[in-house]
């Protein structure tokens, strides 16, 4: 069974960079079926894509964040990486990775999520 | 900037009766080259990821109750669960995605409660 989990801060200060790591397992993320994405939803509020990523190193970002985002992939490790700079309380969401699935543009399979939140 | 917009933004159903859900994209989501709609529906509970029900707007995700069933083309689209279920409480999604430039876009979302 495919797994995703996301780590990494639950805080982070405004102005600096967010950073966070999915570790998939129970699957390889080298898989060229897959896109490997992610999703924010702020508190009480609905889903946003930030940006998705092929195991090749592809990429490509939600362009209201795109100036901000960087996804990167370590097919070494079945992990991908997300970093949001500069970041505002604005950001403070809980933050989902998932798997993309390449033929019918879905994301079926989501991490539990991580809740960061932006404060001083 | 593509939008999803989904009515109603709440909806209360008793149970056992048919509860439909509506979401209308700014631009179509049909593709000539395979004659596919890409929107799909989730589901999410409290605390909970979303989880994925419906894709090309009407084929139900494997073990997905067949009490959920998706419909329409183009702009317009619906979700409709047959007969409400007490599980089925749940704050549901549509998606659209659009390949020029690559962009995922969501709907607010619709609470569903029973009556």
């Known amino acids: 069974q495919l797994q995703l989990q996301e780590s990494g801060p639950g805080l982070v200060k405004p102005s600096e960079t967010l950073s966070l790591t999915c570790t998939v397992s129970g699957g390889s993320i080298s898989s060229s079926s897959y896109y490997w994405g992610w999703i924010r939803q702020p508190p009480g509020k609905g889903l946003e894509w930030i940006g998705s990523?092929?195991?090749?190193?592809?990429?490509y970002y939600n362009p209201s964040l795109k100036s901000r985002v960087t996804i990167s992939v370590d097919t070494s490790k079945n992990q991908f990486s997300l970093k949001l700079s500069s970041v505002t309380a604005a950001d403070t969401a809980v933050y989902y990775c998932?798997?993309?699935?390449?033929?019918?543009?879905?994301?079926?399979?989501w991490g539990q999520g991580t809740l960061v939140t932006v404060s001083s | 900037d593509i939008v999803m917009t989904q009515s109603p933004d709440s909806l209360a159903v008793s149970l056992g009766e048919r509860a439909t859900i509506n979401c209308k994209s700014s631009q179509s989501v049909l593709y000539s080259s395979n004659n596919k709609n890409y929107l799909a529906w989730y589901q999410q509970k409290p605390g909970q990821p979303p989880k994925l029900l419906i894709y090309w707007a009407s084929t139900r995700e494997s073990g997905v109750p067949d009490r959920f069933s998706g419909s329409g083309s183009g702009t317009d689209f619906t979700l409709t669960i047959s007969s409400l279920q007490a599980e089925d409480v749940a704050v549901y999604y549509c998606q659209q995605y659009y390949s020029t430039p690559p962009l995922y876009t969501f709907g607010q979302g619709t609470k569903l409660e029973i009556k």
């Open positions: 990523i092929y195991y090749s190193g592809s990429t």
């Open positions: 998932a798997r993309v699935v390449v033929v019918t543009a879905t994301f079926d399979y």
